[in-house]
């Protein structure tokens, strides 16, 4: 077998044969196969697209590329979320919690962030001495004993994605259905989870910006993990505003925080009880959807969720008495006009966000955990001139990046004369 053919039969608008996938990703792994070869390969993947069978086997070959987590030792079933990321997206560290307060195993390897803010990983860090660099025999142990462990990703989970991941980066061709589901869903199974639930989001703020795109990544990856045989769930959930009123690390734990003792913000504690049904259905602790939602309900109310999180941070060395992370300075960013807010631009709240150093610019770059952005005003709410739109969270090195941050800030918010009809927070729940 030649690359050169199997370059040559995508370009032509071919399926290929597993042998085919298997040539190209033990090669490129072993490094047998160049870059240079790869790269066409993926663009060639970008305009002719691959069949959903493809789709699956380049998952499963990519999937088998590295570590894989075993739960075959584990005693039920384990259920992991995966978000496709959005500003202000704190929904792991209140879910996670609340499933397995019902009783469903939650054993998650997260990622850190590159963008807007950091992701579950750095936003964990944010809470003093949470460890999130556990061994596998630790994160097993503790999945078995509180139902629950979230850690970062080995370095040799999925290599297959890294490499590819990286060519895609520089060659343009990031952007293509199949290689962000096989992408997104090799990791997710190497991780190991019985049952999946992909939150996947629209909106100005996400990855995916028009609802079709969405839905049409969505349904790749629930038909990718259903036949690798992982029952795995989609829900669209609309991210044209941020979710909740705190976009950065420590504001981000501090607000779902909060969200678990019951005094959360109305959109996240709804997006919140909705993904939890969800899960708590696939780990069959529920009859339905709908029977998980309200046991979810009644958890969060009753403190169960927040007893759990409590034993997680303590299980993972985390001390939460010590308090999290404070930026030195605040600014209040006010309204110019008076009216109601009929729009704020989750991309531009995320860009304010990376402005104060909430976010990675480089992979390998720093992160300020204690900045960000904390909204006041969010849709629909009336706001009068010279009331706080939302305060600045920053410190010292990015004092004279806060006032761009402000400007940024002040036309993410659209002010008009009367409420909006906004889109429903969860558009869809695809399960076929
Ligand atoms: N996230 C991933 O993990 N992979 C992609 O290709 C895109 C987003």
């Known amino acids: 077998m030649r690359m050169y053919d199997i370059i ?4 032509d608008g071919f399926a290929h044969t597993r042998e085919e996938l298997e040539f190209l990703i033990h090669g490129f792994v072993n490094g047998t196969i160049g870059e240079e070869q790869v790269a066409a390969w993926l663009m060639a ?11 699956a086997v380049l998952t499963s070959l ?28 704190k929904t792991t560290l209140v879910v996670a919690p609340l499933v397995a307060a019902a009783g469903v195993l939650v054993g998650k390897l997260s990622g850190r962030g590159l963008g807007f803010t ?46 590819l991941y990286a060519l895609r980066d520089l060659t343009a061709t990031v952007e293509s259905i ?31 910006q028009q609802p079709e795109q969405a839905e049409l990544l969505a349904r790749t990856m629930v038909q990718i993990g259903n036949s690798l045989g992982r029952q795995t769930v989609a829900v669209l959930s609309s991210m044209e505003e941020p979710l909740g009123y705190a976009v950065g690390n420590s504001l981000e734990v501090q607000e779902a925080m909060d969200t678990l003792q019951g005094h959360g913000p109305a959109d996240l504690t709804e997006l919140c009880l909705t993904l939890s049904g969800q899960m708590i259905f696939l780990g069959q602790k529920a009859a339905t959807a709908e029977q998980g939602y309200q046991m979810a309900a009644a958890l969060l109310e009753q403190g169960a969720a927040w007893q759990k999180f409590e034993q997680l941070v303590n299980a993972q060395g985390g001390n939460l008495p010590q308090g999290l992370p404070q930026a030195q300075y605040q600014l209040a960013v006010c309204a110019s006009q008076s009216g109601v807010v009929s729009g704020i631009d989750a991309k531009a709240i995320g ?14 770059g720093a992160i300020d955990l204690s900045a960000g952005v904390l909204l006041r005003k969010k849709t629909n709410d009336t706001v009068k001139a010279g009331e706080q739109l939302a305060i600045l969270h920053y410190n010292a090195a990015y004092q004279q990046r806060a006032q761009e941050a402000a400007l940024v800030l002040q036309q993410a918010y659209q002010i008009d004369n009367g409420p909006v009809q906004q889109s429903p927070l969860v558009w869809k729940i695809l399960c076929d």
Do not use: W
């Open 118 to 163: 950091g992701g579950t990983i750095d936003k964990l860090e944010a809470i003093n001495g949470f460890q999130t660099a556990i061994s596998a025999q630790q994160f097993l142990q503790q999945v078995q004993q509180i139902g629950i462990a979230l850690a970062g990703q080995t370095a040799n989970l999925v290599p297959a994605d890294k490499k």
């Open 351 to 364: 860009h304010c966000s990376m402005l104060l150093g909430a976010g990675r610019e480089s992979k390998h």
């Open 62 to 89: 990519m999937e088998h590329s590295g570590d894989q987590i075993d739960f075959g030792s584990i005693d039920g079933i384990v259920v992991d979320k995966h978000s496709t990321g959005g500003v202000g997206d």
């Open 45 to 55: 993947v970008y305009f002719q697209g691959m069949t959903g069978e493809e789709t």
């Open 8 to 11: 040559a039969r995508k370009r």
């Open 178 to 208: 199949p290689l962000i589901a096989s992408s997104i869903m090799s990791k997710k199974l190497a991780s190991g989870a019985h049952k999946i639930l992909l939150d996947v989001k629209f909106g100005s703020g996400a990855f995916m």
